[in-house]
Each structure stands twice: as C-alpha cells, then as structure tokens.
C-alpha cells in the first residue's frame, strides 16, 4: 500500500514539474537572432540558356554548375556575401556548311562556354532567423571570367574575356534542425553577362535553378 | 594550368599515403609527427574538394568523343572573280608535295596515290578533261602535305610536400621549364589558272584552294570521301 501511495504521489509529482516546465523550456532567442552571424553555402546547379544566347548559341541545358557562396547575416533581415562559381555549358552540331564570304568550311561543330563568375550579393529574408523556412530574393553583381569556344572538327576557336555579370533570384532557406546550424538552400535565379562575341551577340542569359547545403555559425 | 596543378596535388597525396601507411608499419616516427601529418592531410583533402568544385569544368574535353571521320574539318577557298566555265581542260601533279615547316620535297605513298587518283576522277565528273601536263592544261592541280611544327616552353610548377619536416625551411629549387612541341598537318589542294597567266608578275593565279584539317586526315579508309567533300562543298566547279 505504502509502494502504491509513492507511486502515485511521485507520478503526480513529475506530471506536475513537467507541466510547469514546459513553457520556459525556450525563453532566450536563438543566437543565430541575437548576433550577426555568417553563412557558408555549395550549391548545385542546373541551368537553363534564355533569350539570344539560346537561339544563337546553345540552348541545351546544362548541370555541370557549381558554387560556393559565404554571406553576413545581420540582425534585421538583410545578409550581404559574396560567391564564386563555375559553369559549363555544350552543344553539338551534325556535320554543315558554314559559309564565308568567299570561303566554305564543312565541320561537326562543339560549341562550348565556360564561366567562372564572382559576385557579391544582397539577400532579403522574409522570416527571422529560427524560422524553419527562410525564403529570400537575391540581387548580385560581378564579373564572370568567361572562355568561349567552338570546335570545327578537331580545331578549336577560342575567346577568353572578363565580363560584368548581374543576377538576381528567389530562394528559401530550410534548416534540418530548429535553430540547427545545417540547412538546405533552393534557389532560382537569373543570370546574365555582357559577353560578346561572334554567335554571342547580345550577352549571356541563363535561368539557374540550384540545390545547396549551408553551415552557418556565429 | 589550374587543372595540371590540381592533378599533381592528387598525385601527391596518392604517394604520401604510401608514403604513410610505410611508415606506420615501420613505426619509424613519433606519433606527433603523424598527428601532423593527418592534420595536414585533412587540409589537403578540403583544398582538394575545394579545386575540385571549383574547377571541375576545366577537365572537359569537349571533343574525345569525336570519331575519326568527325574530326575532319574540310575548307574551301574561291576566286569569286574566276568564271570557271572557260577551263575545259586539266592536268594534276605526280606527286605529293610534303612541305614541313620551311623545307619540303615529294613523295608518292599510298594515300597519295589514291588522294591523286580521287581528284582527277572528281574533276572528271565535273565535266574536266585530263590531258597531260604537256599538253597545256586550262587548270593545273597541286597536291601538297603541309606540317607546321612549334616548341612551346611552360615553368614546371612545383610540389614537394612536406615530409621531410622542413622546420620552417622551403626548397631552394631553380625554376625548371618543360618543353613540348605541338605539329599541324594538313592537305592543301589547289587550283592553279595556266589560261590567263598574269604576264606582267610572271605568275599563275590560285583560283581555288582546299584544306583538309584534323586528326583523321592521314586515314586511308578515308581518303576517297575527304576528296569528295571538298569536290561537293564546290559546286561552282562544275562546268557541265
């Protein structure tokens, strides 16, 4: 009887702690609000040519791209960064004619264009720090180091230039943990530059859809 | 350049982990000296994760997957001024004309034997007569095997880990340079006017040239059908 009597009053007991407790259990905002913080984020991206770069140029999509951004999380809802990446694009054309003035050339053709870009970037987040999902826009700007071949056959034509390059994107952050320092990023983006030359005839343009993962620590 | 750099850092660090994996069987060093080492390990495979996002573009080569007949790259050069249904007649050379950078000579070798025979038969198709070259040919036919070949130096880059400590010591390496020579060949055909000579200069006008370029152009399978291209991308030969 007496084991019985302890049983209930401990259960009871700890009902009760539990119940005063749970509300206090999260009373201080999560550093990641209280501090500015940074953010490290690798992206996958898969890229999609528009406009004249497409008609022109190449417009198979590509997902061979990637990059690596690091950001400044301030404290209202503004982050500021910068990220380099890398991206290939490729398009092969049957054997043609291409014809000159007085000249014809008969080849396979393996258009290629290769950037480097690097850009600083400012994000807005709509939601607050230890919010699950932290959807944002994005603007940035740059330049791309940019190498722009085309193969005839096995002969190669080769312009290497640096080229002003824009963006801008929508996104959400998600955190795998609430308050976590590990989250996924997806992002679509706009970008473009103002690389000129031969086909290229209006700059590049290409919608990036990407897939990342970031760290973030204070 | 960034990519040979980042294969000899993969190299390296294949041969230091032979190099390690020796030494623990040894048990040849202390072990803070391998703590050491698999810290500078770890730095090493981040850099390496690091090229290897950043960089990875660069190891394409957009056109291994090319066959043979693929690489061919077939130009045509005209005279616009030139009306080609004058010439009724023409003749070709004996052989092949091999130049190689400034010094040339002839040669008659089986693909120039069946690159000779190709031509005149094309030509014929065109509605040419061959006669020979004694007999005052309107067009004459040049065949040549030109090779242009260039030395190209470039600074070795230097990598030599760190496993012998070093104790804030570097290497003290002269720069040593690799050399490497490139070559281009490719057949060059063209169409010579013995109608009109320019009295004046003294000399026959070009009024037709075809460069046969890429890696497949010593191809005897292919031979006959590099000929027909360049014949069939000119149908402003054709005086029939």
């Known amino acids: 009887m007496k084991k019985l009597i302890l049983a209930v009053f401990l259960s009871v007991g700890f009902t009760a702690v539990h119940a005063q407790e749970a509300p206090k259990l999260y009373t201080l905002p999560s550093p990641f609000e209280r501090y500015t913080h940074y953010l490290a984020t690798a992206r996958f991206t898969g890229a999609l040519p528009l406009g004249s770069f497409s008609n022109s140029y190449i417009d198979k999509s590509s997902f061979k791209n990637y990059s690596i951004s690091l950001e400044w999380v301030f404290q209202n809802n503004v982050s500021v960064g910068g990220e380099i990446g890398s991206s290939y694009f490729q398009k092969r054309l049957p054997r043609a004619l291409y014809q000159g003035d007085d000249e014809t050339i008969s080849a396979v053709q393996t258009r290629t264009l290769t950037q480097h870009p690097l850009q600083v970037f400012a994000n807005y987040h709509f939601l607050g720090k230890s919010s699950s999902i932290q959807p944002y826009i994005q603007i940035s700007a740059g330049v791309s180091f940019i190498d722009y071949t085309v193969y005839y056959g096995s002969l190669a034509q080769q312009q290497q230039k640096v080229a002003p390059a824009y963006g801008v994107g929508i996104g959400s952050k998600f955190l795998f943990k609430k308050d976590g320092s590990f989250g996924l990023d997806v992002r679509a983006k706009y970008e473009g530059t103002s690389f000129k030359y031969d086909y290229i005839e209006k700059g590049t343009s290409s919608l990036n859809g990407s897939v990342g993962i970031f760290y973030r620590w204070w | ?240």
């Open chain 2, 1 to 240: 350049m960034v990519c040979d750099n980042v294969k000899v850092i993969l190299k390296n660090k294949k041969y230091r982990e032979i190099f390690k994996s020796k030494m623990f069987k040894i048990k040849f060093r202390l072990l803070n000296i391998l703590n050491s080492k698999l810290k500078m390990l770890k730095i090493t495979s981040l850099l390496i994760l690091f090229a290897a996002i950043g960089f990875s573009s660069c190891s394409n080569d957009p056109i291994s997957d090319l066959s043979t007949e693929e690489t061919l790259v077939y130009l045509t050069n005209r005279d616009k001024t030139a009306d080609y249904a004058q010439y009724k007649t023409f003749s070709i050379v004996d052989s092949v004309l091999v130049v190689e950078n400034n010094r040339s000579g002839t040669a008659l070798t089986e693909i120039d034997r069946d690159l000779l025979q190709r031509i005149v038969t094309n030509m014929q198709s065109l509605g040419y007569t061959y006669v020979s070259p004694k007999s005052n040919p309107d067009v004459g036919i040049n065949a040549a095997w030109v090779t242009n070949t260039q030395l190209n130096v470039v600074s070795q880059p230097s990598y030599y880990g760190n496993y012998w400590g070093g104790g804030g010591y570097g290497y003290g390496y002269p720069s040593y340079y690799q050399y490497y020579e490139t070559s281009e060949s490719y057949w060059l055909i063209s169409m010579v006017d013995f109608k009109n000579p320019n009295t004046v200069d003294k000399t026959y006008k070009v009024i037709w040239d075809a460069q046969i370029r890429g890696a497949g152009i010593g191809s005897t399978q292919l031979i006959d059908n590099m000929v027909d291209s360049i014949f069939s991308q000119s149908s402003y030969l054709k005086i029939k």
